[in-house]
């Protein structure tokens, strides 16, 4: 297994497919990097040489944020937003949707498993 930015590449995978193992690269971005290193995007991982990943690895560093660094300045944003207390940044303290999504119904991902609460059942009032 090729090690690129940090990560174990798949061996068995095709060249483009591959690198999108790599957090921050996706699909554009991979076959624009086996295109700059000159290699065959449709070839497996495990026919390049030495030469070609170094020439990956150097082109990922050059002009790309990836992994760790990529998750980082994420969690950086985030928590710009929290600490300036903007509307974006209450979503994310409270763990809501950010992005406008409705909450009435579904937003089950960000909000977790429903908190079921006890509602009336119909008691009439005894006067």
């Known amino acids: 297994m090729p090690r690129i930015a940090g990560v174990d590449v798949p061996a068995d995978k095709v060249a483009w497919v591959a690198l999108m193992a790599i957090h921050g690269i996706g699909k554009t971005s991979s076959l624009k990097i086996c295109e ?68 009435r119904t579904n937003a089950r991902t960000r909000k977790g498993p429903r908190k079921t609460v006890a509602g009336k059942k119909g008691v009439k009032e005894l006067r």
């Open 36 to 103: 700059e290193a000159g290699i065959d995007p449709n070839g497996r991982m495990k026919n390049l040489t030495e030469d070609d990943i170094g020439r990956i690895a150097t082109i990922l560093d050059r002009s790309y944020v990836v992994e760790g660094a990529l998750r980082r300045q994420v969690l950086q944003n985030i928590a710009r937003l929290r600490d300036i207390a903007c509307y974006r940044g209450r979503r994310h303290r409270r763990g809501l949707p950010v992005r406008g999504q409705r909450t």
